[in-house]
């Protein structure tokens, strides 16, 4: 059958949505630059694909056109409008994506209520064939499968002092060695994490639907 391909100039929405990268082409009207927002934990990643547009990050202002790209870092306040009277179409992607993605503050540089939003404004939806409940107690059990995971990593320490003292001797095979015993006793923790961030993201989209007025 192939894969997916997908175009800018026909898939203006959400094309990859995962805990570890949110993908979508976005079309930007011209008007003034929106609110600014940061991310908590997510690097974002801009690429202008047609007409030009207007960055701030950081207090910073540059103008891109088709075929440049620009970074909002962790934390760091960003915003675009589209200029030249045209919209502009962009590429972004955000990594990680768990929600809640987006960080707004008030004037007085507060953080605001966190923003949970519903599965539709990611163009996904919840699949429903498992109940809440059951997802609730998977996401309860991932995170103990998580907590296992970290407290079965004895041996990093040693490995880490291992690792250390053979990069300073320059021994290539006991730094490969070494090495490799450190990842291999982090790489649970981090597969454990990652199942249970895939999990936390129907735990949120549920219980935005779930606290909607036409669900009650």
Not at 175 to 189: C, G, K, M, Q, T
Request: hydrophobic share 40%.
């Amino acid at each position: 059958m192939g894969f997916p391909v997908y175009d800018y100039r026909s898939d203006v929405r959400n094309v990859l949505v995962t805990p570890q990268i949110r993908s979508r082409f976005l079309k930007v009207e011209p008007g003034p630059m929106g609110p600014g927002h940061t991310h908590d934990l997510g690097h974002e990643v801009f690429v202008v694909l047609q007409g030009s547009a207007e960055f701030e990050i950081d207090g910073e202002r540059e103008t891109l056109g088709p075929g440049q790209m620009c970074v909002a870092l962790v934390d760091q306040m960003h915003s675009v409008r589209a200029v030249g009277g045209e919209p502009a179409v962009i590429y972004l992607s955000v990594t990680p994506h768990l929600q809640p993605t987006h960080t707004f503050w008030d004037e007085p540089g507060r953080r605001r209520p966190h923003p949970f939003v519903a599965p539709g404004e990611y163009d996904t939806h919840v699949d429903r064939s498992t109940p809440d409940d059951q997802v609730l107690d998977r996401y309860v059990d991932a995170v103990g499968a998580m907590l296992e995971a970290a407290q079965a990593t004895t041996g990093s320490a040693d490995a880490a002092q291992k690792l250390k003292a053979a990069m300073e001797r320059g021994d290539g095979a006991a730094i490969e060695e070494a090495r490799n015993d450190l990842w291999d006793s982090a790489f649970p923790v981090y597969e454990r994490v990652a199942a249970m961030a895939e999990i936390w993201n129907d735990v949120a989209a549920r219980s935005v639907e779930a606290g909607q007025p036409d669900q009650a």
